[in-house]
């Protein structure tokens, strides 16, 4: 089952890269049933094993649990694959660097041509639009519904004082666009320290770049190494 490989690997990519921490989480949507998706259960995503992936329909009712915890921001994803046809897999991050962008109203831009896709627009979803007093999370339908209405047809959206949700047409691109939002994030704020001249890439460079950045390159290798820990958590009996 080479896709729930490609979802493990994922997690732990996202994991070492600090993009997720303990909390968040990646799903793609099944190939066989494009009305499912799957997600691991409620658990550090450094840890996780083919095991711990859940199927869900789009409502994000799980088909199996089996006594397995869900995670509760699954509404992120359900609602994302509901709302986007073209979407096959989502990242739900608490992406450090890009927190400061979702708090201040200062744009994330196209700084550099690894993830150019920002020039398509990274929207900021704003909880507080739809519910007041909440944790934060999203944790309804009606909420995950509001943010894949923010994401609209960009690649990612930030949550304010939260996170970011990113998406990929495949795996591949979902979790290569997470890695370098977070780059982006750190190397926009480190050129406004600077200086407040900054070169952005222009519309042109945006359009000429996006379709190459499919991480084609960092894909394997990334996937490989992450299945081989993976490999040797098990051997260890963790
Ligand atoms: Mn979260």
Redesign the pocket.
Known sequence: MEHLDDLVAAYRILAQYGVIDA?GHVSIRSPSNPQRYVIARSLAPEVVQVDDLMEYDLDSNPLDARGRESVR?RFIHGEIYKARPDVMAVV?N?SPSVIPFSVTGVPMRPIYHMASFIGDGVPNFEIRDVEKGTDL?VKTPKLGAALARTLGKSPASLMRG??AVVVGENIARAVGRSVYLEQSAQLQMQAMALSDRITYLDDGEVKASVGVQDYKRAWPMWREKALERAKADRKHGQ
Do not use: K
């Open positions: 909390y921001e739900h608490h999370l939260h996170g």
